[in-house]
């Protein structure tokens, strides 16, 4: 099984609701990420989780906010966004840890489209 | 700082035509590269990937990409391009530092008829 796992796959929310993303991966992978797209830009890294720890977080508004319950599961956890948020949100895993190249191929989810009204 | 440039946004090709997407990078040490390509609001799918060792690299859907050093480069080939091969493509360079992918701008590829 090498697939990660995002739902919903398209979410509509007001700027006033909490809503959350969920990603789920079995492939015993120990990283992993949020990416944030708009339309027609590359994939922007948001959080990086290792060993369900969270160690990068690239300046995001707390608005967002991650959450790593366990090893197979991440979540995004959405409130009082704005329209500008609304994107395509990723979420990848890689097997992750110090050792060598074969750790850092990340595998994606096919996302979640997030519409902010 | 570690960087991925692609410089080519769009590209249009006829089909059965040849193909090359262009990739450079920036990284003092040897670079793990990778390339993915999109569908419309779809996820990233691999197509190949470099570590190390042998400098041409298969892929899958027919794909291949040479790293070449003296360049800073890692260009995607393919010999023949089918319609099913429209996509936007995405470079992208493990960087060591966010130990995460960080992506070039990506290009567009267009096949026509």
């Known amino acids: 099984d090498t697939e990660v796992t995002q739902t919903p796959k398209h979410l509509v929310m007001g700027m006033t609701n909490k809503k959350s993303l969920k990603c789920e991966q079995h492939?015993?992978?120990?990283?992993m990420y949020w990416y944030k797209q708009k339309a027609k830009k590359p994939p922007e890294l948001m959080f990086v989780?290792?060993?369900?720890?969270?160690?990068i977080n690239e300046s995001v508004p707390s608005r967002f906010s991650p959450e790593c319950p366990n090893s197979s599961l991440l979540n995004l956890h959405l409130h009082a966004l704005q329209p500008e948020d609304s994107a395509l949100y990723l979420c990848?895993?890689?097997?992750?840890?110090?050792?060598?190249?074969?750790?850092?191929?990340?595998?994606f989810g096919q996302g979640t489209r997030l519409t902010v009204v | 700082a570690q960087s991925v440039t692609q410089p080519d946004i769009h590209i249009t090709v006829s089909e059965g035509a040849s193909l090359e997407l262009r990739c450079n990078y920036s990284?003092?040490?040897?670079?793990?590269l990778f390339w993915y390509v999109q569908s419309p609001g779809q996820g990233l799918q691999l197509l190949l990937k470099?570590?190390?060792?042998?400098?041409l690299v298969q892929g899958i859907k027919g794909f291949e990409a040479e790293f070449k050093r003296s360049q800073s480069s890692f260009n995607l080939r393919k010999p023949s391009v089918h319609w099913s091969d429209a996509a936007e493509y995405f470079c992208?360079?493990?960087?060591?530092?966010?130990?995460?992918?960080?992506f070039g701008s990506g290009t567009r590829l267009q096949v026509q008829p």
């Open positions: 989780y290792s060993y369900e720890k969270l160690s």
């Open positions: 492939m015993g992978h120990r990283a």
């Open positions: 992208a360079l493990f960087d060591t530092g966010r130990r995460a992918l960080t």
């Open positions: 470099y570590f190390s060792g042998d400098t």
């Open positions: 990284y003092g040490a040897t670079p793990y």
């Open positions: 990848a895993s890689s097997q992750g840890g110090g050792g060598g190249a074969g750790n850092t191929e990340a595998f």
